[in-house]
């Protein structure tokens, strides 16, 4: 069931990250796996959205282990993606390549609206 919430932030998450994000390229490995040779092909599926600018973490947030020195944060509005993002997605942004290591999608009711990753290099 689609809220009130989720008819009007979903489109407004996009309409802000659209005018004032960067783009991105997200590049999956669409291969598929052959169980006879133990071997996944080297497809690869890509797909370009805009995301806000990376965000290193807070000194306070750095665990060291599942978040890192270095790690960045960005949000992708979950609004016509063509994909669904996951970890080990390759990702390249401002110029820099980075690798998904945690998706938290944030919903504005019963529907996403955005999607935080965790990205590492």
Do not use: C
């Amino acid at each position: 069931m689609t809220t009130t919430l989720d008819t009007k932030l979903i489109s407004k998450v996009k309409t802000l990250v659209e005018k004032y994000g960067t783009n991105a390229v997200f590049t999956a490995n669409a291969g598929d796996y052959d169980p006879t040779t133990g071997t996944v092909d080297s497809d690869t599926a890509t797909h370009t959205a805009k995301v806000t600018p990376p965000q290193q973490y807070k000194q306070h947030l750095i665990d060291g282990d599942v978040i890192r020195i270095g790690d960045a944060q960005v949000y992708l509005p979950a609004q016509d993606l063509t994909f669904t993002p996951a970890i080990g997605i390759m990702v390249s942004v401002a110029g820099s390549s980075w690798q998904i290591m945690n998706v938290n999608p944030i919903y504005t009711g019963d529907n996403v609206a955005l999607y935080e990753l965790q990205l590492r290099k």
